[in-house]
């Protein structure tokens, strides 16, 4: 620091040792000299000697003799009582400097170290936060202004404590504690975590301010709470995927005695290679069965050819069981194509909806579980094939045949085993662990984290007859996700009434059966309810329930205490 502040010192000088009285040869000299500054040394003083402009009189400046050894603090603390510095190194004067210009020497240094700082800040992506010690900002990097969402011409050179609560600024304890920081994770807001590096600044001993900065990590964090639940995820899947393996029949779920029923004939069924026809209704998982019967007695390996016999018109009905020959019709596939039963060649036919089968259709479909045999459309040669049969309806094919509207020969030949899966609302039981799978796995395909569901919602699940069944209820699962709100369900988001329960849309509202009472009574009854609604779906949050109705805590206290509400 010394080499740099002597830049400025200037040599045009003149160094005289002479005694008191002789002026008259001082002025000769100072007059014979003009254009340098003359110094005279007294004994141990130094003086600046300058002659006044009517030459008639010589002023004396007090003057301090700086050597190459001096601490430039010491300088400064000297030069209060001086008005040059005559500087000294190894023993020969260098040159001299007047307290003005050192003055304005390192006021220019400063200028030049300050602008070079705001151009350091100016330039890095983070933020960074300068305080004094009186919590006033010096310095706000653009980096805070996009953290933190306050320009700089707002903030600086006020408290910062006007813009953030004290709770969250860690610099405090660093202005009042002199702590340093390094890396530390902190919650800067209820929505930003930053990672902070935070220290005070001292000067002679003393804290003067702060400096803090911040990276903000919430998305880091975020993500990795997501890399994390993935993985967990992913490990629980593949645990079950292993579990499917063995048990194929564990992608059902439910623990209820007359599905457990269901599920341990299947597996009987499946260590045979006889025809299997699984009944139930529309949405309880007959493929979900088909599926895990053909895996055990198959493998998983092995073709799962599935074909909708109500989905296909009657007229292609042949050419997609069978397929076809080149050139078999006008328009067909000039390479041919081969048919379900081919593809489902060494594994199993799955024939859903047999019930829907036309008849003329039936017959050759017996003639081909009979012989194993067919002939493609168009074709002339016949085809052996080897496959396992299951079928499934969700129509009562004894009655069909008794109505003459399904053969009952080939009723019999598909129904060598017959497993009835029961519909939902026979086993309520059921329906809570499915819920709670279909929330689950609907929460993650929407990444909608849920925080659970109410008692009030479980119970109107359970009460509901699910004619849909286990297809309606994950669709109805599904509804409930995509509606909710703040990680809760909403039971007024149901599709379906619930008996007893009306919601706020209701023109009523169960005031008819109050017709009664006055209008104040009414009125409160309505308030009522909707204050006991926030409360539970807040979970006794008040703060939060004065929030959503947008009134403050001190209201919500008194309507409680007036309406008789404890919660």
Sequence with gaps: MRRKWTEALRGNFLILEQEEGDENSLKEIITKNEGEKVFLKNNSEVFLVEMLVEKEHINYYRCIEISDDHNLNRVAEEFKNFHYILYKEKGNYIGYISSGELAAFFEKKCNVIKTYTETILDTIDGSCTVVNADLEVLFWTKGAERLFSVKQKDIIGKQITDFFDPEHLELLNTLKNGTSLNHKQHKAREDLVVLINSNPVYLDGEIIGAVVAETDITSQIRLN??????????????????????????????????????????????????????????????????????????????????????????????????????????????????????????????????????????VKLLRLLQEKRYFPVGGTKEKEVDFRVIAATNRDLKQLVEEEKFRDDLYYRLNVVSIEIPPLRKRPGDVIELTHYFLYETSIKYNRPIHGISQELMQALLQHEWPGNIRELKNVVERLVVFSEDGELSIEHLPFQIEGYQTKNSLQYELDQNDSKSLTERLEEVERRILINELKRTKGNKKEVANRLNITRATLYNRLKKLGIEY
């Design 225 to 362: 709470q997501e890399l994390s639940t993935t993985s967990e995820k992913l490990f629980a899947l593949e645990r079950e995927s292993k579990i499917f393996k063995e048990d194929p029949f564990k992608m059902i779920r439910g623990n209820s005695m007359e599905l457990k029923n269901a599920i341990s004939m299947a597996k009987r069924a499946a260590e045979t290679s006889a025809n299997i026809l699984i009944q139930g209704e529309s949405g309880v998982g007959k493929e979900l069965f088909a599926k895990a019967i053909h895996t055990i007695r198959e493998g998983s390996d092995a073709p799962f050819i599935a074909i909708n016999c109500g989905a296909i018109p009657a007229t292609l009905f042949e050419s997609e069981m069978f397929g076809y020959e080149r050139g078999a019709f006008s328009g067909a596939d000039s390479k041919g194509k081969k048919g379900k039963v081919e593809l489902a060649r060494g594994g199993t036919l799955f024939l859903d909806e047999i019930g829907e089968m036309p008849l003329e259709m039936q």
